[in-house]
Each structure stands twice: as C-alpha cells, then as structure tokens.
C-alpha cells in the first residue's frame, strides 16, 4: 500500500485557487492510477480526478472538469490537484488514493470503497 502525505489545503475565498500535493517518496509509481478524492462533512468520500501515471492520461468528475488539473511529477512520486473558481462546494478534506492502472480507464477510481487514505489536507471556501 502507497502511503500518501496530502498538503496544500488552506482557506480561500470562493473563486480563488489552491494547488493540493500528495507526496509518496519512496515510490517510482510507473504504471498506476492514482486519484483524488474528497470528503465533506456528512457526506461520502468522492472521487475528483484520476491521473494514469504510465502515460499521463487524466479523468475528471463532472463537478470539477475545467477548474481542476491533476499532474505528476518526473518522479511520479508526487501528484499535484490545481484547483481554480473555487466554490464553497468544495470545501472538503482532500485525499489521494493509488490503485491498479485498468481503474482509470473502466471509470472504478472515483469509487472510495477499499483504498488506503492518508491524513488528508482540508479546504475550505468561503464567500
């Protein structure tokens, strides 16, 4: 299991922007699919983005297409959340998750259900 430290999370006001990092050095993640969920209060944990470390490919739920940008680094050890036009649905506690490659391409990495979470960076946005 990948062991994830998730930073960036901070308050901004809505319309601004955040950059999430999830950080995993110790691993050359060269053929995954790695995703970012989130989780708001009383809610259930939700898939956002999805990036296929092998080639780069990305998946975007349809809450965030167009405002959020999910990259990798060189390494692919450290995977990054652009998020801009924040709005106060996006206030969550923010997550990184990595899995077998074939989930990002059948559409399962947006499901929570049985993956390993680190600690989790918190946004919030206000008006």
């Known amino acids: 299991q990948v062991h994830w430290v998730e930073s960036g999370g901070d308050s901004v006001q809505a319309g601004g922007s955040l950059r999430l990092s999830c950080a995993a050095p110790e691993y050359t993640l060269t053929s995954y699919c790695v995703a970012w969920f989130r989780q708001a209060p009383g809610k259930e944990r939700e898939g956002v983005a999805a990036?296929?470390?092998?080639?780069?490919?990305?998946f975007y739920d349809a809450s965030v297409k167009g405002r959020f940008t999910i990259s990798q680094n060189n390494a692919k050890n450290t995977m990054y959340l652009q998020m801009n036009s924040l709005t106060l649905d996006d206030t969550a506690q923010y997550y990184c998750a990595a899995m077998e490659a074939d989930n990002c391409f059948t559409g399962s990495w947006a499901l929570a259900r049985g993956r390993s979470w680190g600690q989790g960076t918190q946004v919030n946005v206000s008006s």
């Open positions: 990036i296929a470390t092998a080639n780069g490919r990305t």
